[in-house]
């Protein structure tokens, strides 16, 4: 299915995490041009060279950049619409949060959280929507985890940060609409990344148990009795990017095989 995404150009925030670089190959193996961006810089190298592998190197532009910086997301937007003359796409990616009990959670860690994982999406997003605006179309896509559903253990200021957001992108659904720009959650599950392997192996060590066992727990929790593929994730971004959503917007979205209740 031509998904009619050649040419188009996008953005992709956390670039250097194993979703965002899927993310990002799916979005090039569908011909778009791809700006990649992350604080890792070694993570966000490893994704310039297998998206390029996809595409071309003159397609992919990869920018280390700290998101909760204003002046850095200025910067990306710039460098992007600079190399490529159009913005078309822009997937929002934040980071888990750190797990903490609510009563011990300090001003200056929320502050932290707001800044970094919630002031950091709004002002990206309103970066962008001006070129979009200029070219009546766009497609914004927020992607998260399906933990907005339902309370997540043990980080309440990530549940209240993905609430916000789930809301603030609704209401920018309905207000770029008439621009024919497509606004989108795409929630995500229990994934088999670098990521979930890191957090069971301290989870291990803490518990003086298994990894394989917690890792075949995590996976037994799914309905579908199995972790996701981030390869799956980035196959469905790519499709919430492309001509054949125009019609979708203002929606959330589980990809999380049943899980969340």
């Not at 069971?200 to 803490?206: G, I, M, P, T």
Request: include cysteine; glycine fraction near 8%; hydrophobic fraction near 40%.
């Amino acid at each position: 299915m031509d998904l009619g995404l050649a040419d188009r150009v996008a953005i992709v925030g956390g670039a250097g995490l194993e979703i965002g670089k899927h993310v990002a190959m799916a979005l090039a193996s569908e011909g778009a041009k791809v700006a990649l961006c992350a604080r890792n810089e070694d993570g966000l190298r490893s994704a310039e060279i297998e998206v390029a592998r996809i595409g071309t190197q003159h397609n992919v532009l990869a920018m280390p950049a700290d998101l909760s910086e204003p002046r850095d997301i200025r910067r990306v937007v710039r460098d992007t619409f600079n190399r490529f003359g159009q913005i078309d796409v822009l997937v929002v990616r934040t980071r888990q949060p750190h797990r903490r009990a609510l009563a011990d959670i300090e001003d200056s860690e929320m502050t932290e959280e707001v800044e970094r994982h919630l002031l950091s999406a709004v002002r990206l997003t309103r970066e962008v929507i001006p070129y979009m605006k200029q070219d009546h179309w766009g497609r914004i896509i927020n992607l998260d985890l399906a933990s907005t559903q339902q309370v997540l253990e043990g980080a309440p200021q990530g549940t209240a940060r993905q609430l916000y957001l789930i809301g603030y992108f609704k209401t920018l659904a309905q207000e770029l609409a008439p621009f024919n720009i497509t606004v989108n959650s795409l929630l995500t599950g229990a994934l088999d990344t670098e990521e979930l392997k890191e957090y069971l192996e301290k989870q291990a060590r803490d518990e003086e148990t298994d990894l394989e066992e917690l890792t075949r727990k995590a996976a037994k929790r799914v309905p579908m009795k199995r972790l996701g593929k981030p390869r799956e994730i980035g196959e469905m971004v790519a499709f919430l990017a492309s001509e054949k959503s125009g019609y979708l917007t203002g929606a959330t979205i589980s990809v999380d095989g049943g899980q969340t209740q």
